[in-house]
């Protein structure tokens, strides 16, 4: 019985280079073995994760997303919850792509992106769960709270290829003077937070906002998340924190709390407790605390860059 894999991309994604490319991606998924056909997004709100549940319930056996992180995470988000789901594969065209960088796929090559699945090389990957109580949401690289969080997300793709580690340093001394601090009770696998802090990120992968040593012992697949908690600082001892988060020397500051733990419950107390606090997954706001995250291990198969099987 012939295989049939969906393409669901995103027009615009990449300096609208996408379209150009449908042509090209379907005929390698034809060399691989697959029935292609292609969805173009819309501007309408969940468009590839409407696409992406409709495609694996017609028993559709790959899902190919196309895009920026905002779209893979939609995809993601269209399969998680369904009890039979397909293999997934990335073609980046974002400007950030952590999730494409974390699985060795070709970032600044759309075709040769799409030649990963010739490899048929593929790995199960852990998906992040985050329940906001009224609704379930799902993400793939980060989720991160706190006033700090702007830091990750909030620095622009082009100044950050051209200042590098600069950029962020900069993005945080102009943060610094209205950053402030919440009251939080974190409940993890080795025990309970409760103060103030100024963020904390639970990662996936080791690469964030570009920078691949911020989670420096992140594993794919092993059903563990990372966890970074930040106290409260002085301005200086902020800036110096995040130049040593920046270079991965950050781990061992007594202001960082880092350990790995298969879930976390987040929750505003004190004289925090009215707080709207959001939360960030995969670069976009995906509801408010509390909020309780649980680790998914290996329940979506991707492929992967790397060498033939």
């Known amino acids: 019985m012939t295989k049939k894999a969906r393409l669901i991309y995103n027009p615009v994604s990449g300096h609208e ?6 042509a090209d991606i379907l005929d390698v998924l ?3 073995g697959y029935e292609a056909s292609a969805f173009r997004t819309t501007p309408k709100p969940m468009s590839a994760q409407n696409e992406a549940t409709r495609a694996a319930e017609e028993g559709f056996d790959l899902i190919v997303a196309a895009g920026g992180d905002g779209t893979i995470n939609e995809v993601v988000n269209g399969l998680a919850f369904l009890e039979k789901r397909p293999k997934m594969a990335i073609i980046p065209a974002g400007t950030t792509n952590d999730y494409a960088r974390a699985l060795a796929i070709p970032r600044d090559d759309i ?6 699945i010739l490899k048929n090389n593929s790995r199960k990957m852990d998906i992040g769960k985050a329940n906001f109580g009224d609704r379930t949401q799902y993400f793939v690289n980060i989720a991160a709270s706190g006033s ?3 830091l990750t997300y909030g620095v622009p ?7 590098g580690y600069a950029a962020y340093l900069i993005k945080g001394a102009e943060m610094l003077p209205r950053l402030t601090s919440n009251e939080m009770r974190l409940t993890y696998d080795d025990g309970v937070y ?5 963020m904390f990120l639970l990662g996936m992968t080791n690469s964030i906002g570009g920078f691949e040593q911020i989670m420096p012992d992140a594993q794919l697949s092993d059903g563990l998340f990372q966890l970074i908690v930040v106290k409260p600082s002085d301005p200086v001892n902020m800036m110096k924190l995040m130049a040593l988060a920046l270079n991965g020397k950050h781990v061992d500051d007594p202001n960082i709390i880092y350990t790995k733990t298969t879930s976390l419950k987040a929750e505003l ?3 925090s407790k009215d707080t709207e606090l959001p939360v960030n997954l995969d670069g976009e706001i995906g509801g408010y605390c509390p909020v309780t995250f649980e680790n998914m291990k290996q329940h979506i198969e991707f492929f992967v860059g790397g060498p033939e099987n």
């Open 17 to 22: 280079q996408m379209p150009k490319n449908v």
């Open 111 to 116: 075709l040769e992106a799409a030649k990963v």
């Open 157 to 163: 793709s082009e100044v950050k290829s051209a200042l």
């Open 269 to 271: 107390i004190g004289e």
């Open 148 to 150: 700090l969080t702007e």
């Open 30 to 32: 034809e060399q691989a």
């Open 194 to 198: 409760e103060g103030k802090l100024s």
